[in-house]
């Protein structure tokens, strides 16, 4: 076993040495200064398209990339892969023996941040008694180190903490120890033995029959020449999320010879040996559960997984898993004339009269190839995966030489695989490759033993993000016998460290990273969308870095699909489903690898410029699927092929893909590639092209990806249509289902200029200066109807005039008012007479327009000062909100015009947020500001590009996010430093810990901070104010992202006859019985938005309420005389007030206003009424339901007073009551106050129903009937 004993990093300046200590510190800072000056030039990511010239609207341009093979971005092919030593991808648990100590923690799959196995991960403070203490010598010292050798000393002690839970104690490992010891001498004891296919019916492993010889179906067993222990286990790396211990045996040289480096026969013989160990291992009582496993989802090479059972001496029962790998000796081949990319050892297949060309990815189609005749002949795939079982100790030694020289990278190493394992879970990137990577970093010596595990993690960053930008081969240092051959190679003296296959690596692998073999590239399975996602991930990284607090994003928030794509498509595969003569037969191909590489290139073709990057999900029923008895057959390729998109946001609705010139030499490539959906069309600038046009259903044109992908496939891959399914329309029917779900922004802001340049030519005494628009309905989030042209369901939409500032304005607040209220007089009796039938109240004038609904508001800007220094607080706080709203509206209508999701994302939130009942609890002007969090700080979230996604990011955001120790930043512009971003959280931080209980109350329940609004007082009056509220609000958002996410696993999500109320459920609340006390069902013909309910659009019903029916508008022409009936009778208080006016107006305009929802006043009069006892939900679009739910303090026994009298009923005393007390205590009767709540509402109510909490009080306190 390994020690534990060895030297930990030796950063620690030694106190008594003054000069040793004044140069470490010069060194630490050069070595700081140089990774800092690293990390500020970083190369922006490659994206898959090129930035052209604009282009007409709607029309990608014809690009001839994507028609050739010459680009080297497509040359990848994802088979072979370096051994892998430390096995980072089954989930285990720890020993038994830690209980007592050191007992793990595993990382949880969901809401990280948020875990309670996660709350030491923030700083205690130290009791009174420590803090006055005088630090000590090594504290002084410790401190010193974290200045200059950590980012913050928060973060440091964050790592720390983090150590604690993904470290392995290696010294309480009992049972893992007599576990090994076992295994060992078990296996040294199994007899010599003759295994064959057919004698031993041998169905759990895979075996080839290419030569039709029996002699290489068998093998002649014998014990292994060796037995040890390599990976992470011996470098003391193993993460608490992946407990593996690699034991690797070496099979002796007379069960594999020479001669069997060709045609499959080495993997046959190779997987009968591990065949045999399975057969004898599982007789031991110890070693039952033994299961076979692809290594590293290679179909060809399989492993074998031992999970031992309890020690019979101790009882204890290890939680570590044992994987036993095979390896053979290096002098077993010649390798270097072998096994070298340009040799062949599949005799049987490229003997053959036909041999089809080697399938890069750059080079799939047969008349694209121009590679020799022996290019054609080589195998490098099979080649380096017979390379890949040799070398086990020889990377084993290169990483526990770099380790014990600098110890520090150890802790680096757990780092970057905690990181890894949240960012890309699913990756061809694996922790075997990140560790060889940093100690390659250490011998070019950009890491060095100095550096802390952040410096040296951060090199690391820059190194991925920078460096691994273009497709350069790294080469890790020759050894002596790869100097030695490629030394007889004709290489000059210049070149002698050159390895003469670098450009065989550069053209076959996405990612090559070669040993110090120069032949095997340890990265060969990893994709090319797997690699440009560890730019990314690398790359976002070191932007979070630089913020102080940005821990909880690196190392605590894991992967979620829907968190960096904009568009996912699954493609369901079937072995008759697709193609098969597509899968080459010519070297190590298998088919799921082939397939997945066949598509990317596909849909890289299909969707050119609409597309950013496409990442394909690993497959992790190759990967993770384990077995005992017959081999699954990986071949048949009945799975999911899931395909993420990153969308452009310009160019993804294009409806057409401009081909070339008929003349020219792509064309017929292009012709090929599109079959019948190409034809030649003229544009408008006369030229005449191939092209291609694309008619979405419905014109729904964020369809047209989803439209591409299903006929490409089907065309070029025979892939059925009905296969082949995105989630992007899922929610459709809540966006466009209903006539009365259209975006009315663009026509009411029409409306609105309209009226503005009427209004302006009335010739008013004072001129406007804007006309400033505040509902939701004009910026693009509104939920409500705002058009209706017989004026009868019209929700208002508030505007500003805003006047010019002038010295006819005077100081006296109430002249000012009274001068407001003669523009409103002006403007009504000007418009008198028109179709804008104006209706005038003491604060504003409505005026139709177009068929909106117009609450126009005068407005003078100094009057919000002058209110101020004569003391009127209610006055100016009221006029600053309105002035707030204004600028609140102009920022979010330009959101939306920068990024065309928000509005939808918006309305989706709105419609899930009032669906589960919250209406009344959170105003509309949290969600938007919640919403433009997730478009504002892209370094943290991706800026989603499709309402599905942002919708999505929203609901993790309000599960994960710590709302009661971290505010939330809009940064609409982007112009906030980390500075700013700082003094924002100290601001909150301060006001948490300020000693008055004031302050503290004040400090909102969810802090959210702006540019302009940094102290976040703007809107915290309206956002939520109960915490009961904001936890169900959090459960709620848990549990739909829960929904979805065993939606988007379920087979169901990839049929045609997916209904779309299976995700439109997550609008519906199911459990209303389980999670109310009481329910009230309303009259649904009394609500008059009730079309608007999710049932009754998904059905496509409409409805058409009473209360709008019974006030249907008739015209008539009036003639008033100080009659109450005018329009201006709320001004009119003097009854000697002649005038004669005529107007048009509703006949019932003064019984029902515009607007009005009298649901919504009934919940206003209740929540008056009652707010002492429960709690109100209620779904304001269109809800038929109305529930309560008991407040648990209200009925809690308490004495009878006069304040507490009303709905009392009397209750049993206390056990702890006096004799004084008793007989005197009373609770709410709730069943007199749900009859008083049927009383208030009459005819809306239709029926009650008590629900168990409800039943229970009841049952407790004896409350009858």
Not at 403 to 429: C, F, G, H, Q, Y
Not at 808 to 826: G, M, P, Q, R, V
Not at 883 to 898: A, C, D, E
Request: charged share 25%; hydrophobic share 35%; proline share 4%.
């Amino acid at each position: 076993m390994v020690s534990n004993k060895r030297k930990l990093d030796n950063i620690v300046i030694n106190q008594d040495k003054d000069e040793k200590n004044k140069k470490n510190k010069v060194v630490e800072k050069q070595q700081q200064d140089a990774i800092m000056a690293m990390a500020s030039g970083y190369d922006n990511e490659e994206d898959i398209h090129d930035s052209d010239e604009e282009e007409e609207e709607n029309v990608v341009s014809f690009n001839n990339k994507y028609y050739t093979d010459d680009n080297d971005d497509d040359e990848v092919d994802d088979d072979s892969e370096g051994d892998f030593i430390d096995g980072d991808d089954d989930e285990e648990q720890l020993d038994d023996s830690e209980a007592v100590v050191g007992r793990s923690t595993i990382l949880p799959e969901k809401n990280d941040s948020n875990n309670s196995k996660f709350k030491n991960l923030r700083v205690k403070s130290l009791p009174k008694d420590q803090q006055s203490k005088a630090p000590t010598s090594e504290e002084i010292t410790e401190l010193r180190n974290t200045q200059d050798l950590f980012n913050s000393n928060l973060f440091r002690l964050q790592v720390n903490e983090l150590f604690k839970e993904i470290k392995v104690d290696y010294i309480k490992l009992a049972s893992l120890e007599t576990a090994l010891h076992q295994l060992k001498t078990l296996i040294e004891k199994i007899p010599d033995q003759q295994v064959d296919v057919y004698k031993n019916s041998i169905e759990n492993v895979k075996v080839f029959d290419l030569t039709g010889s029996a002699e290489d179906l068998k093998i002649q067993f014998s014990k292994p020449s060796s037995i040890e222990i390599v990976g992470s286990f011996m470098t003391q790396t193993v993460h608490k999320n992946n407990l593996n211990v690699d034991l690797l045996l070496e099979i002796p040289s007379e069960t594999i010879t020479a001669k069997d480096a060709n045609d499959f026969k080495y993997f046959t013989k190779r997987n009968l040996y591990l065949w045999t160990l399975y057969k004898e291992i599982q007789k031991h009582q110890r070693f039952q559960n033994v299961t076979f496993q692809n290594f590293q989802g290679d179909s060809n090479k399989q492993i074998l997984v031992v999970q031992p059972s309890e020690d019979p001496l101790t009882g204890v029962k290890t939680k570590f898993q044992i994987r036993i790998l095979l390896t053979v000796s290096k002098d077993l081949f010649k390798i270097y004339s072998k096994f070298n990319p340009t040799q062949n050892c599949l005799l049987s297949n490229n003997n053959s009269s036909t041999t089809s060309p080697k399938p890069t990815l750059n080079g799939m189609d047969d008349e694209t190839s121009q590679m020799s005749k022996k290019e054609l002949m080589s195998t490098p795939y099979y080649n380096n995966a017979i390379l890949e079982d040799m070398f086990y100790y020889d990377h084993m030694s290169f990483i526990h030489e770099r380790i014990d020289n600098a110890p520090v990278l150890k802790d680096t190493i757990l780092l970057l695989k905690s990181w890894l394992e949240l960012k890309m879970p699913l990756s061809s990137v694996n922790g075997f490759h990140l560790t060889m990577l940093l100690c390659h970093l250490y011998t070019l010596g950009k890491v060095n033993k100095s550096m802390s595990c952040y410096q040296a993690f951060r090199v690391a960053m820059v190194y991925i993000s920078k460096e691994m930008q273009s497709n350069k081969l790294i080469q890790l240092p020759l050894d002596k016998m790869a100097t030695d051959d490629f030394s007889k190679q004709k290489i000059t003296k210049e070149k002698a460290s050159h390895n003469p296959y670098e450009d065989q690596f550069k053209r076959l692998y996405a990612w090559s990273l070669v040993d110090s073999s120069g032949l095997l590239n340890i990265t060969s399975r990893v994709t090319p969308w797997d690699l440009r996602d560890l730019k990314y991930q690398a790359k976002k990284t070191l932007s979070l870095l630089d913020l102080n607090d940005s821990f909880e994003e690196i190392f605590l928030k894991k992967y979620h699909f829907f968190m960096e794509n904009d568009y996912m498509i699954q493609i369901k595969l079937g072995k008759d489903q697709f193609d098969q003569s597509l899968i080459p037969q010519s070297d190590y191909w298998q088919s799921d690898k082939f397939i997945d590489h066949y598509i990317m290139k596909l849909l890289k073709r299909s969707l050119t410029k609409r597309v950013v990057r496409i990442n394909i999900q690993r497959s992790t029923y190759h990967h993770d699927s384990r077995w005992t008895k017959e081999m699954p057959d990986f071949d048949q390729n009945n799975r999911l092929v899931t395909v993420g998109l990153i969308i452009d946001p310009v160019n993804w609705l294009s409806l057409i893909d401009m081909g070339p010139p008929a003349d020219h030499v792509s064309a017929a490539v292009f012709q090929k590639f599109w079959g019948k959906k190409s034809q030649l069309r003229r544009f408008k600038d006369g030229s005449i092209l191939e092209a291609v046009a694309w008619t979405p259903k419905d014109n729904q044109r964020h369809l047209v990806i989803l439209d591409i992908v299903k006929y490409i496939l089907g065309f070029q891959f025979k892939v059925p249509e009905n296969n082949v399914t995105a989630i992007i329309d899922q929610f459709d029917p809540l966006l466009y289902g209903n006539t009365l779900l259209e975006d009315k922004t663009i026509l009411a802001i029409q409306a609105r200029d309209e009226l503005a340049g009427i209004i302006r030519s009335l010739g008013l005494p004072l001129g406007i200066e804007n006309f400033s628009l505040l509902s939701p309905g004009a910026r693009y989030t509104g939920v409500c109807q705002t058009l209706d042209h017989n004026y009868q369901s019209n929700e208002p939409l508030e505007m500003l005039m805003i006047f010019e500032s002038s010295s006819s304005w005077t100081y006296e607040l109430d002249s000012i008012y009274a001068l407001k209220t003669a523009f409103l007089l002006k403007i009504a009796r000007e418009l008198e007479e028109t179709e804008h039938r104006p209706q005038l109240t003491r604060d504003y004038i409505e005026v139709f327009c177009n068929g909106f609904l117009f609450r126009l508001i005068p407005f003078y800007q100094k009057e919000i000062e002058i209110s101020r220094e004569q003391g009127r607080l209610e006055l100016a706080t009221s006029l600053e909100r309105l002035q707030r709203l204004g600028t609140h509206h102009s920022y979010i209508q330009s959101l939306h015009t920068s990024h065309p999701s928000y509005g939808p994302t918006t309305k989706l939130v709105l419609r899930w947020v009032h669906s589960h009942l919250f209406s009344g609890h959170i105003d509309q002007i949290t969600i938007e500001l919640l919403v433009a969090s997730l478009y504002s700080n892209p370094m943290i979230t991706p800026v989603p590009q499709t309402p599905i996604m942002g919708f999505l990011r929203f609901l993790y955001l309000l599960s994960t996010h710590s709302w009661s120790e971290r505010a939330l930043v809009i940064d609409y512009q982007g112009n906030l430093n980390s500075d700013q971003l700082r003094a924002i959280q100290l601001e909150m931080d301060s006001q948490k810990q300020s000693p008055s209980t004031y302050i503290q109350s004040l400090v909102p329940l969810m802090y959210l901070a702006t540019e302009r609004d940094k102290k976040g007082e703007w809107f915290k009056s309206t956002s939520i104010k109960n915490p009961i509220i904001l936890q169900r609000l959090i459960q709620f958002a848990r549990i739909s992202i829960e929904k979805i996410e065993n939606l988007y696993k379920s087979s169901s999500t990839i049929t045609n006859n997916t209904p779309p109320k299976d995700w439109v459920s997550i609008f519906l609340d199911e459990n209303i019985s389980k999670e109310y006390d009481v329910i009230f069902n309303l009259n649904e013909n009394l609500i008059p938005n009730y079309s608007l309910e999710i049932n009754n659009i998904i059905n496509k019903k409409q409805f058409t309420s009473q209360v709008l029916s019974n006030s249907k508008t008739t015209t008539t022409t009036t003639t008033t005389q100080n009659n109450s009936k005018s329009i201006f009778k709320n001004l009119m208080g003097n009854k000697n007030t002649k005038s004669t006016m005529k107007s048009t107006v509703n006949s019932n305009s003064s019984s029902i206003k515009s607007g009005f929802n009298p649901i919504e006043e009934l919940l206003k009069i209740l929540n008056f009424r009652f707010s002492e006892y429960c709690l109100f939900f209620y779904d304001a679009i269109g809800g038929n339901v109305l529930t309560l739910k008991w407040l648990p303090a209200a009925f809690e026994p308490s004495s009878l007073k006069p304040k507490k009298s009303k709905y009392a009923t009397p209750c049993e005393s206390p056990q702890d009551a006096t004799k004084k007390e008793q007989n005197s205590f009373v609770l709410p009767n709730l069943l007199e106050i749900i009859q008083e709540i049927n009383h208030i509402g009459g005819k809306f109510i239709k029926s009650h129903k008590l629900l168990s909490t409800s039943l229970s009080i009841m049952n407790k306190y004896k409350i009858n009937n």
